[in-house]
């Protein structure tokens, strides 16, 4: 099953019509399909957190889950920390 920082939030439809649909770009937070409104997210407030160097931020799908607590307390870790 896929992480919430792994998915896109749009269907295959409105992808194939995104100009962010590109694996290279993540989903600008901008974008109303990108929004998460799920009970786990929280905009991360604490420096410490906000810029940990080891966190992978490559892995997440969208902008909006780089500033996610539980992303950046539960995302994937860059190699070795």
Same mark, same amino acid.
């Given at each position: 099953?896929?992480?919430?920082?792994?998915?896109?939030?749009? %269907?295959?439809?409105?992808?194939?019509?995104?100009?962010?649909?590109?694996? %290279?770009?993540?989903?600008?937070?901008?974008?109303?399909?990108?929004?998460? %409104?799920?009970?786990?997210?929280?905009?991360?407030?604490?420096?410490?957190?906000?810029? %940990?160097?080891?966190?992978?931020?490559?892995?997440?799908?969208?902008?909006?889950?780089?500033?996610?607590?539980?992303?950046?307390?539960?995302?994937?870790?860059?190699?070795?920390?």
């Amino acid at each position: 099953m896929a992480k919430c920082w792994e998915l896109r939030g749009c %269907d295959d439809e409105m992808m194939s019509e995104c100009a962010h649909n590109n694996p %290279d770009e993540k989903c600008p937070s901008r974008c109303a399909f990108a929004k998460c %409104d799920r009970p786990s997210h929280a905009v991360a407030t604490d420096p410490g957190l906000v810029f %940990d160097p080891w966190v992978d931020r490559r892995a997440a799908m969208r902008e909006e889950c780089t500033f996610c607590v539980f992303f950046l307390e539960n995302g994937p870790r860059i190699a070795g920390h």
